[in-house]
C-alpha cells in the first residue's frame, strides 16, 4: 500500500469531565482517606491486596473511624480553643463554601424557623427573635481550613449547650446533627456541642451575619476544623446514630479536632 492510500490517523475523542465525575468522586475520596494513614495504621493494610478497592477501602475507613476513636479520648471539654484580641481580626475575612459567593442562599429572616427533631422533650420550632431571647456569647477565634489556611474572625450567639437544655435535648446521646439551606450537612460529639466555645453564631463582629459567612444562623465550633462550622443551619437534631456529613461521606476525618 503506498503512502497516498494511507487512511489518515482519527482525532483522538474528546474527554468530558461528566462522563467520568463518579470515578473522579471515588478516586478523591481513597485519597483523602489514603491520607489519614498514619505509619502504625499501615499494618493494618498487610492483609489487603493494593490491586483490591473494596479490602483497600475498608482498612482506610477503618483506619478513619480508629482515628476518630482517639480524638475522642483525648478531646477535653475544659481544654478552650485560643483567643484573640480585636486588632488580631482577619479583615476581610474569606469566604469558603462549596460553591460560589453568588449563590449562597438568600433567606427571609420573617419566614426562617430552626426546626428541632430527635432525642428532645421540645421540638418546636425557633425564631430568630427567640434565640436572641437567650443569653448570648461572645468570642475571637481562629477559623482553620483543611485547605490549609486560616483566618481569625469575632462570632457571637447561643451557647450551643444551653440551647440543647432550653429544648430538653437527651445530653446523654452521642451526636447532634445540623441541616442547612444550602443542602450541607454535618455532625458533632456531644461533648463538643456541650463544649462552652461552642455556639449557635447570630452575629459576625457586631453585626448580623452576613449571607456569605451563614445567615441567620451558623455553629461555631473554635475546637474543630472549618467544615465541621456548618453556615445557613436550618434544623438541629439529636441522635445516637452517626449522622456523618458532607465531607465526611467522602472521606474527610469525621472528628475533625484540632
Known amino acids: 500500500m503506498s503512502r497516498a492510500d494511507e487512511k489518515p490517523p482519527r482525532p483522538p475523542e474528546k474527554i468530558r469531565l461528566a462522563d467520568h465525575r463518579t470515578s473522579l468522586v471515588k478516586v478523591e475520596r481513597r485519597l483523602l482517606l489514603r491520607s489519614a494513614l498514619s505509619l502504625g495504621a499501615l499494618s493494618m493494610l498487610a492483609g489487603c491486596d493494593l490491586q483490591d478497592n473494596d479490602s483497600v477501602d475498608k482498612a482506610l475507613w477503618a483506619t ?19 483567643t484573640y484580641a480585636a486588632s488580631q481580626i482577619t479583615n476581610p475575612f474569606p469566604f469558603n463554601a462549596f460553591y460560589d459567593q453568588a449563590s449562597a442562599p438568600d433567606i427571609d ?22 434565640l436572641r431571647a437567650l443569653p448570648q456569647a461572645a468570642q475571637i477565634t481562629r477559623h482553620i481550613c483543611i485547605e490549609g489556611w486560616s483566618a481569625i474572625g469575632q462570632w457571637s450567639g447561643v451557647p450551643l449547650k444551653l440551647f440543647l437544655q432550653a429544648i430538653g435535648a437527651d445530653l446523654s446521646a452521642r451526636y447532634v446533627g ?20 461552642t455556639i449557635l453564631a447570630l452575629d459576625f463582629g457586631k453585626e448580623p451575619l452576613p449571607t456569605e459567612y451563614g445567615f441567620p444562623l451558623k455553629v461555631r465550633v473554635p475546637t474543630k476544623l472549618g467544615f465541621k462550622n456548618p453556615k445557613h443551619v436550618a434544623a438541629i437534631f439529636v441522635t445516637n446514630q452517626n449522622p456523618g456529613g458532607y465531607w465526611e461521606d467522602q472521606g474527610y476525618n469525621w472528628f475533625s479536632g484540632i
Open 109 to 130: 429572616p420573617a419566614d426562617w424557623r430552626l426546626e428541632v427533631s430527635g432525642m428532645v422533650a421540645d421540638k418546636r420550632p425557633w425564631t430568630l427573635e427567640r
Open 178 to 197: 445540623f441541616k442547612c439551606a444550602d443542602r450541607y450537612y454535618t455532625s458533632l460529639d456531644m461533648p463538643t456541642a456541650l463544649h462552652p466555645q
Open 64 to 82: 478513619s473511624r480508629w482515628n476518630d476513636r482517639v480524638q475522642a479520648l483525648l478531646f477535653r471539654g475544659d481544654k478552650l480553643a485560643p
